[in-house]
């Protein structure tokens, strides 16, 4: 089961499941992937409210905006987790479940069972980073998400601005994709809602590290973290003189603005060409 719209998104913005009135103004903020939230962004006394409210909500969403939406489910072993899948079952349509706290293959495989839709799982915990192998080749998976700020909690760490401390383990995230052949994993939030020089910073690291997308908790982070991702102008035209110059070699390596270009190298101008579009 795939979901081209969801494998293909930069942007995942948070949306309240209690605040169904920002629900439109979402999917209207030109985030490719909006997630409604059930879990941390809902009081405890606001849980069955968040579930109604997307229910009641759910005819108002037309074909393409279900494609672009995941639910946040409350993490398994809570009280609302059973009710939570239950409840996605009554949403046809939906992009994907986000399941927070991910630990196991089983729990990500009985969620995509109990719901019928793709899974990202939220890798938020030291258990989660140790099972990530698994996690990633489990029944449903979409692709994977990093929950930094949990995890950072649940390993008493305390990372500098750049996050360097976190460095192994969103490599590790990439490499356990590709192995278990997913797209691109998506990053954790930038909390500084309104510093625009901070978001670009993450969203390049981001890039960097190989990620293909990267959560978003303000609509004013989308433009930045779309900007960012992207490949720039002067890498379009370098993939593109590659492009050129391999058909006019006809075969084996050749050179490019003085360097040797051979079969990574043309991979690499593809793959900039390709989430250029």
Same mark, same amino acid.
């Given at each position: ?12 913005? +948070?949306? *309240? ?23 941390? @962004? ?27 939406? #995941? ?43 109990? =719901? ?21 080749? @489990? ?19 305390? =990372?500098? *601005?750049?996050?360097?401390? #976190? ?8 490499? @356990? ?6 797209? @691109? ?23 960097? +590290? ?5 959560? =978003? ?36 390596? +050749? ?23």
């Amino acid at each position: 089961m795939t979901r081209p719209v969801l494998s293909r998104a930069r942007s995942f913005l +948070f949306v *309240p499941g209690h605040r169904p009135e920002r629900f439109a103004k979402a999917l209207a903020s030109g985030a490719d992937a909006v997630i409604v939230d059930l879990e941390d @962004a809902v009081p405890l006394d606001a849980k069955d409210a968040a579930r109604a409210a997307l229910a009641a909500a759910w005819p108002d969403f037309d074909a393409a905006q279900r494609a672009r939406l #995941l639910v946040r489910v409350n993490p398994a072993g809570t009280p609302w987790h059973e009710a939570d899948l239950a409840a996605l079952g009554d949403l046809p349509g939906l992009g994907a479940l986000m399941l927070p706290k991910a630990e196991t293959a089983q729990q990500i495989a009985r969620a995509f069972h109990t =719901c019928g839709v793709p899974v990202l799982p939220l890798i938020e915990s030291a258990e989660g980073v140790g099972q990530m192998d698994a996690i990633a080749r @489990a029944a449903g998976v979409l692709r994977l998400g990093l929950g930094h700020i949990d995890l950072q909690a649940d390993l008493g760490m305390r =990372c500098g *601005p750049d996050e360097a401390e #976190l460095a192994p383990i969103r490599l590790a995230m990439v490499v @356990a994709s590709r192995r278990a052949g997913l797209v @691109a994993p998506v990053d954790g939030v930038t909390t500084a809602t309104t510093d625009a020089q901070v978001l670009a910073q993450d969203a390049q690291r981001s890039r960097r +590290f190989g990620f293909g997308a990267k959560l =978003c908790i303000h609509p004013a982070q989308v433009v930045g973290v779309h900007q960012a991702l992207a490949p720039t102008e002067a890498e379009c035209a370098w993939a593109e003189r590659v492009l050129a110059a391999e058909g006019q070699a006809r075969g084996g390596a +050749f050179s490019v603005d003085g360097k040797m270009v051979d079969a990574p190298v043309l991979l690499l101008a593809r793959q900039i060409l390709q989430t250029s579009r």
